[in-house]
């Protein structure tokens, strides 16, 4: 059985940067991992994502601000955010899928596991 579990979420102003984690269990085969995010009256939507050879896509909106990786010792996936500004806030999910493909799936119907979000809130 699959379980993620996301922390690191919190407050932070404009321009300062924050790191949120996602802990996995049970993915023992190929995977896709996912950073979506979902803001308040917004549809979700994918932000980052990293094959299982830690190869990595990004959205356009965060490219150059974020940095997804994975500490495969501590198996722990990493969402490194930097020059977050206001728009960023937004309740963050860590989301995985068995794939085998070196492009990681984006869409968030095609990931059937799903951490319960962690809070990121970025003041002005």
């Known amino acids: 059985q699959v379980q993620l579990v996301e922390s690191g979420g919190g407050s932070v102003q404009a321009g300062g940067s924050l790191r949120i984690s996602c802990a996995p269990s049970?993915?023992?085969?190929?995977?896709?991992m996912g950073w979506f995010r979902q803001a308040s009256g917004n549809q979700r939507e994918g932000v980052a994502f990293?094959?299982?050879?830690?190869?990595?896509q990004y959205a356009d909106f965060v490219r150059g601000r974020f940095t997804v990786a994975k500490d495969n010792a501590k198996n722990t996936l990493f969402l490194q955010m930097s020059s977050l500004k206001p728009e960023d806030t937004a309740i963050y999910y860590c989301?995985?899928?068995?794939?085998?493909?070196?492009?990681?799936?984006?869409?968030?119907?095609?990931?059937?596991?799903w951490g319960r979000g962690t809070q990121v809130t970025v003041s002005s």
């Open positions: 049970g993915l023992t085969d190929a995977h896709c």
């Open positions: 990293i094959n299982m050879y830690g190869e990595t």
């Open positions: 989301a995985a899928v068995f794939y085998s493909a070196l492009t990681c799936p984006r869409g968030e119907n095609l990931y059937p596991f």
